[in-house]
């Protein structure tokens, strides 16, 4: 939005601008922030940044946790949920020094390498990547872990379950899994969509569409046009933002857990991307399965080599192997195919001009960190182009048919995603050379990854659960 110090301070004085807020994005891909008046923001705040403690973001120990932040002007908004005017921008992590140094595990750096390492390559000079975000919105969400008593309650007056309530009720319910491009007045929540899009087109996201998904209480969708990596990376930070901010001002509770309710869908995170070089499209091959290049199908072949461990970065949740489970939309199969979204890789069939070829990658979800992610998915890609791995003659399909009407004998043939967060741990402990050519990730940082995630784990394991209540309560 800026390119200089002077021109952003003008636009501050011609606009009202009180405030200035710097949003740095944690180990976990949430935003962290504070705020300085405007009238502070100068030379020394891009030259040194400012000071704050890194351990509190989960990279750091205490004893080396000083850290300084310096914003991106070129990513600056107005913020559109503060009633002091207020311009908001995201930014990068240093190290401290005399010159500061970028901290080689911020969730920017990392994705910024890791676009400087396929330029590098020469086999591209952009990854566009578009993510589709799924989310409920729910009327109430109450949850209790204590010694005593542990469970959760969520409500949402659209659900079917309410149709019997005896308060005011208007008889319009969404059944089960019946919500897929719903209209009003089963479709409740089509203003507060349109808002945030509107909201997000004006903070410089591009919306491709929007629609209420298959989950019956209350499942959205919000699609956007793709975009650069990092770019989008940042934009995906911002979709969240306004979604739960939209909703949390309209009374209402957003959520993109993957899997929030029993019985229902879930929510994915399914990633498009293409690359392209000089401006073309180097994924295009009217010749090719599905009119895909030689490029294309080996980019496919290191997603799918490396699937097992890039579920550690793209599903880092326990929760996310609640939704990836046989019998669902959300794909456990590693193999590609067209139209398919039983398959882990889908070929959209209509993404027929050589400017519109790509695939998705529909596993992911999104608890991940995006930085992370949009970035181990794009070096496996790349590890495919460069080891020219052939997914065909790897015995990844092409499978162009239901996976989940095959007999029990022929999907035991297809390599499955992990069923655990602890299992795709181990397959990223075993499987992450290709992360780090190039020093895109750094090895500390995966150890830090793996170490904090298996925490999670182990606190996860370590509490009963009520399905086990009627199963073993009584042996």
């Given at each position: 939005?800026?390119?200089?110090?002077?021109?952003?301070?003008?636009?501050?004085?011609?606009?009202?601008?009180?405030m200035i807020?710097f949003k740095?994005?944690?180990l976990?891909g949430?935003w962290?922030h504070l705020?300085?008046?405007?009238?502070?923001f100068?030379?020394?705040?891009m030259?040194?940044?400012?000071?704050?403690?890194?351990?509190?973001?989960?990279?750091?120990?205490?004893?080396?946790?000083?850290m300084?932040?310096?914003p991106d002007?070129a990513?600056?908004?107005?913020?559109?949920?503060?009633?002091?005017?207020?311009?908001s921008?995201?930014?990068?992590v240093?190290?401290t020094?005399?010159?500061?140094?970028?901290?080689d595990?911020?969730p920017?750096?990392v994705a910024?390498?890791?676009?400087e390492?396929?330029r590098?390559?020469g086999?591209?000079d952009?990854m566009?990547?578009?993510?589709?975000?799924e989310?409920?919105?729910?009327?109430h969400?109450s949850?209790?872990?204590?010694t005593h008593?542990?469970?959760f309650r969520i409500?949402?007056?659209?659900?079917e379950?309410?149709?019997?309530n005896?308060g005011?009720?208007?008889?319009?319910?969404?059944?089960v899994?019946?919500?897929?491009h719903?209209?009003?007045?089963?479709?409740?929540?089509?203003?507060?969509?349109?808002?945030?899009?509107?909201?997000?087109e004006?903070?410089?996201?591009?919306i491709?569409?929007?629609h209420?998904?298959v989950g019956?209480?209350?499942q959205?969708?919000?699609e956007?046009?793709?975009?650069?990596m990092r770019?989008m990376?940042?934009?995906t930070?911002?979709?969240?933002?306004?979604?739960?901010?939209?909703s949390?001002k309209?009374?209402?509770?957003?959520?993109f857990?993957?899997?929030?309710?029993?019985?229902?869908a879930?929510?994915?995170?399914?990633?498009?991307?293409h690359l392209f070089?000089d401006?073309e499209?180097?994924?295009y091959?009217?010749?090719?399965?599905s009119g895909?290049s030689?490029?294309?199908?080996?980019?496919?072949?290191?997603?799918l080599?490396?699937?097992?461990?890039?579920?550690a970065?793209?599903?880092?949740?326990?929760?996310?192997?609640?939704?990836l489970v046989?019998g669902?939309e959300?794909?456990v199969?590693?193999c590609?195919?067209?139209?398919n979204r039983?398959a882990?890789?889908r070929?959209?069939?209509?993404?027929?001009?050589?400017?519109?070829?790509r695939?998705?990658?529909?596993?992911?979800?999104a608890?991940?960190?995006?930085?992370y992610a949009?970035?181990?998915?794009l070096m496996?890609g790349?590890d495919?182009?460069?080891?020219?791995?052939?997914p065909?003659?790897?015995?990844?399909?092409p499978?162009?048919?239901?996976?989940?009407?095959?007999s029990?004998?022929?999907?035991?043939?297809?390599?499955?995603?992990p069923?655990?967060?602890?299992?795709?741990?181990?397959a990223?402990?075993?499987?992450?050379?290709f992360?780090?050519?190039?020093?895109?990730?750094?090895e500390k940082?995966?150890e830090?990854?793996?170490e904090?995630k298996?925490?999670?784990?182990r606190?996860y394991?370590?509490?009963?659960?009520?399905?086990?209540?009627?199963?073993?309560?009584?042996?």
């Open positions: 939005m800026f390119s200089d110090i002077k021109q952003l301070r003008n636009y501050c004085k011609e606009n009202g601008i009180r807020d740095m994005i944690d976990y949430r962290r705020s300085i008046p405007a009238v502070r100068n030379e020394e705040t030259r040194r940044g400012i000071g704050f403690d890194g351990s509190n973001y989960g990279f750091a120990p205490v004893e080396k946790s000083d300084v932040f310096i002007m990513t600056a908004i107005i913020e559109p949920f503060c009633d002091v005017p207020t311009l921008m995201i930014g990068d240093f190290v020094g005399e010159t500061p140094k970028p901290f595990q911020y920017r750096s910024s390498r890791a676009e390492y396929m590098a390559a086999i591209a952009e566009k990547t578009g993510p589709e975000f989310f409920y919105i729910f009327d969400v949850y209790q872990n204590d008593q542990l469970g409500d949402a007056d659209q659900a379950w309410n149709s019997s005896d005011q009720n208007l008889g319009y319910k969404v059944p899994k019946g919500g897929y719903m209209t009003p007045p089963m479709d409740v929540y089509f203003n507060l969509r349109s808002e945030m899009c509107l909201m997000l004006e903070c410089g996201v591009e491709k569409y929007h209420h998904e019956g209480p209350g959205q969708e919000i956007v046009e793709p975009g650069p770019e990376a940042d934009k930070m911002l979709v969240k933002y306004i979604v739960k901010n939209v949390q309209a009374g209402k509770s957003a959520t857990m993957p899997k929030p309710l029993h019985g229902e879930g929510n994915g995170m399914h990633v498009h991307m070089k401006g499209p180097i994924f091959d009217a010749a090719g399965y895909l030689r490029n294309a199908l080996h980019f496919i072949g290191g997603l080599k490396h699937a097992r461990a890039l579920c970065l793209t599903n880092p949740s326990t929760n996310s192997y609640k939704r046989p669902y959300a794909p199969s590693i590609y195919a067209t139209a039983s882990v890789i070929i959209p069939d209509y993404a027929k001009a050589p400017d519109q070829k695939f998705e990658l529909r596993n992911p979800d608890t991940c960190n995006p930085y949009y970035s181990a998915i496996a790349l495919g182009i460069e080891q020219e791995m052939d065909a003659k790897m015995g990844f399909g499978y162009d048919i239901n996976l989940y009407k095959l029990t004998e022929e999907q035991a043939k297809i390599k499955p995603l069923f655990t967060l602890d299992q795709a741990l181990d990223l402990e075993e499987d992450h050379e992360l780090l050519k190039g020093g895109v990730f750094p940082l995966i830090i990854w793996l904090k298996r925490e999670e784990v606190t394991n370590a509490f009963p659960h009520p399905v086990e209540y009627p199963r073993y309560y009584d042996l």
